[in-house]
């Protein structure tokens, strides 16, 4: 199984994280991507690359684990790498990982969840 996880915080990775240590073994990949706008700040890169830093450490146990930052619109850009790497499934967070983010359904997600081509998990993020 190929899971595709979109993030942009490290609290959204690890809400990724949970749903993923009860599901994905060690015959499985988990490819982590934390998309920035093209325009983005050093701020938020580096909150990207924090984001990544979680995945390896959590995931320890399954088959491969591999991270990358993207540049692009968020959830066009998730959509295209679940194509490119043949995703078996997509694990988003509800919603930005931002402590400030009220509670519901964000744009990314509402986006992949109308133009997904494979099963999509929303995972619910803990309250800050």
Do not use: K, N
């Not at 043949?86 to 990982?97: H, K, L, P």
């Amino acid at each position: 199984m190929h899971y595709l996880v979109g993030t942009d915080s490290v609290h959204t990775t690890a809400a990724a994280c949970d749903y993923l240590a009860e599901r994905a073994t060690d015959a499985d990949t988990v490819t982590v991507v934390a998309v920035v706008l093209p325009d983005a700040d050093e701020l938020s890169r580096r909150d990207g690359e924090e984001a990544l830093t979680v995945a390896p450490v959590r995931l320890a146990t399954v088959g491969t684990v591999e991270t990358e930052v993207l540049e692009g619109e968020p959830a066009e850009t998730i959509l295209e790498t679940a194509a490119d790497v043949d995703a078996d499934e997509i694990v988003v967070g509800a919603r930005s990982g931002a402590p400030d983010t009220p509670v519901g359904l964000g744009s990314t997600a509402a986006s992949i969840l109308t133009d997904a081509d494979r099963p999509v998990v929303v995972v619910p993020l803990p309250e800050l």
